[in-house]
Nanobody, 126 residues
């Protein structure tokens, strides 16, 4: 069964770092754009970053530019999210999701993605 799973969340102090991993099973991730989304309590789910299947195109939300880095290792069927200089406003459940269609397109609307993981909690607090 095709699915993805996130790991790496946790509690960190402001200014700290975390690395999230998204692991795919049951299908090859290398043909798909992959996105990281987050949802904070009382807020809508938002796109944080996404990476095209060929790594040639990457999107970052303005709120995370310069602090977060997305990367992928297709040999391991994984996508990573390196988060540095974390702020309390980064607190949210982070989700990995795979574009509904294979290709190198870069889309940020959540409706363009399927195969969502269960999410991993990231909490930034002193």
């Amino acid at each position: 069964q095709a699915r993805v799973a996130e790991t790496g969340g946790g509690l960190v102090q402001p200014g700290g770092s975390l690395r999230l991993s998204c692991t795919a099973s049951g299908f090859d991730l290398d043909s798909y754009t992959v996105g990281w989304f987050r949802q904070a309590p009382g807020k809508e789910r938002e796109a944080v970053t996404c990476i095209s299947s060929t790594d040639e195109r990457i999107y970052y939300a303005d709120s995370v530019k310069g602090r977060f880095t997305i990367s992928r290792d297709n040999t391991k069927n994984k996508v990573y999210l390196e988060m540095n200089s974390l702020k309390p406003e980064d607190t949210a459940v982070y989700y990995c999701a795979v574009d509904l269609f294979p290709g190198d397109g870069l889309r940020i609307a959540a409706q363009s993605y399927g195969n969502w993981g269960q999410g991993t909690q990231v909490s930034v607090s002193s």
